[in-house]
């Protein structure tokens, strides 16, 4: 038996107003269509903004369904509707927002487990690590320099 010891670095800003200029604009893009989030179920919101190599910014929020697995998270909204419109486009930056109808969300919040499989496929596809910065509605927000930090035993087609 041998050990595996992975770590991760991430770094945590005390609010929105102390991330660099270019990522308040891009968690503001986030904001904005959380509200177009459908949500009738969880009563809760996100928000994701990608900012791409060709400085074209993509947008995508959370679209429930009464059936539960036909519905879609923020993030793989935006990441597909990136890969379908720009598919050579490489992917710098994304910022997720999430707010809750019956609470206050002041955590940050991370993409979930099936958000971050599809964000690292693209990663892989690109060669190039994607700057994710996440927080709720307000408070705290999380930065990591790759998917590889909140996944780092990625799934990828080395593996098939």
Do not use: W
């Not at 060669?127 to 910065?133: K, Q, T």
Request: proline share 6%; with cysteine.
């Amino acid at each position: 038996m041998k050990p595996l010891t992975i770590t991760s670095r991430l770094e945590v800003y005390d609010s929105i107003d102390e991330v660099p200029e270019d990522i308040q604009e891009l968690m503001q893009k986030a904001v904005e269509v959380r509200d177009t989030a459908y949500a009738p179920y969880s009563r809760f919101k996100v928000g994701a903004a990608i900012y791409l190599e060709n400085e074209e910014i993509v947008v995508g929020s959370n679209q429930e369904n009464a059936s539960y697995p036909s519905g879609l998270c923020a993030e793989r909204t935006a990441v597909y509707y990136a890969g379908a419109k720009f598919p050579e486009t490489k992917i710098l930056k994304i910022a997720i927002t999430a707010k809750s109808l019956r609470h206050k969300v002041v955590s940050p919040v991370p993409p979930c487990g099936a958000c971050r499989q599809a964000l690292a496929e693209y990663e892989v596809k690109q060669e190039e690590p994607i700057e994710l910065y996440f927080m709720g509605e307000t408070g705290k927000v999380v930065k990591a320099d790759s998917v590889k930090d909140l996944l780092p035993l990625i799934f990828d087609s080395s593996c098939l």
